[in-house]
T-cell receptor
Framework: DAGVIQSPRHEVTEMGQEVTLRCKPI?????LFWYRQTMMRGLELLIY????????DSGMPEDRFSAKMPNASFSTLKIQPSEPRDSAVYFC?????????????FGDGTRLSIL | KQEVTQIPAALSVPEGENLVLNCSFT??????LQWFRQDPGKGLTSLLL?????REQTSGRLNASLDKSSGRSTLYIAASQPGDSATYLCAVEWGFQKLVFGTGTRLLVSP
């Protein structure tokens, strides 16, 4: 089992640039989650998908943030334009949603620095 | 609004000690509670998941309990080892599949 794969692991870019973070969930999982972790606010859920459909995006901070899941094996989180306050570690997680609640499996994260 | 609190924020113990980490939450209408471990520069690893109808779960040296009515959970680690050093996070599933995380307890186990 390859686990949840995120890329890139680190991203450093200048303010105003577009940033795209990528995630490949565990094969067979039907739910995918994007989280952001900062020292000030801890881990926060940004958006989650079920069967490739966005279910809840209430955690997305601003219109500058967007997420897509074009198929069951790939998702992107895009920030355009980026700002220094977007600097954080972004995690993707996946799970198998069903009648029994299953644990979420996390990737190693993308450490994003906006200069 | 669901709020999850973990105490202590940091803990340092010598190897071999038994220890307890605490987690409290404000709204008892949860689906389950999960304990995660996070190593520096890594993602989260799920340790234990307690369904709302359960009272405890055990895995090896780890035991987690859940008291929904009082809004509390504890993670008990027996015979701690240096390899247990990490940040431990609890999270409640509040709203279908939506996890609300605590701020974590940073554990250091010294040889």
């Amino acid at each position: 089992d390859a686990g949840v794969i995120q890329s890139p692991r680190h991203e450093v870019t200048e303010m105003g640039q577009e940033v795209t973070l990528r995630c490949k969930p565990i094969s067979g999982h039907n739910s995918l989650f994007w989280y952001r972790q900062t020292m000030m606010r801890g881990l926060e859920l940004l958006i989650y998908f079920n069967n490739n459909v966005p279910i809840d995006d209430s955690g997305m901070p601003e219109d500058r943030f967007s997420a897509k899941m074009p198929n069951a094996s790939f998702s992107t989180l895009k920030i355009q334009p980026s700002e220094p306050r977007d600097s954080a570690v972004y995690f993707c997680a996946s799970s198998l949603a069903g009648t029994q609640h299953q644990p979420q499996h996390f990737g190693d994260g993308t450490r994003l620095s906006i200069l | 609004k669901q709020e999850v609190t973990q105490i202590p924020a940091a803990l340092s113990v010598p190897e071999g000690e038994n220890l307890v980490l605490n987690c409290s939450f404000t709204d008892s209408a949860i689906y389950n509670l999960q304990w995660f471990r996070q190593d520096p520069g890594k993602g989260l690893t799920s340790l234990l998941l307690i369904q709302s109808s359960q009272r405890e779960q055990t895995s090896g040296r780890l035991n987690a309990s859940l008291d929904k009515s009082s809004g509390r959970s504890t993670l008990y680690i027996a015979a701690s080892q240096p390899g247990d050093s990490a940040t431990y996070l609890c999270a409640v599933e509040w709203g279908f599949q939506k996890l609300v995380f605590g701020t974590g307890t940073r554990l250091l186990v010294s040889p």
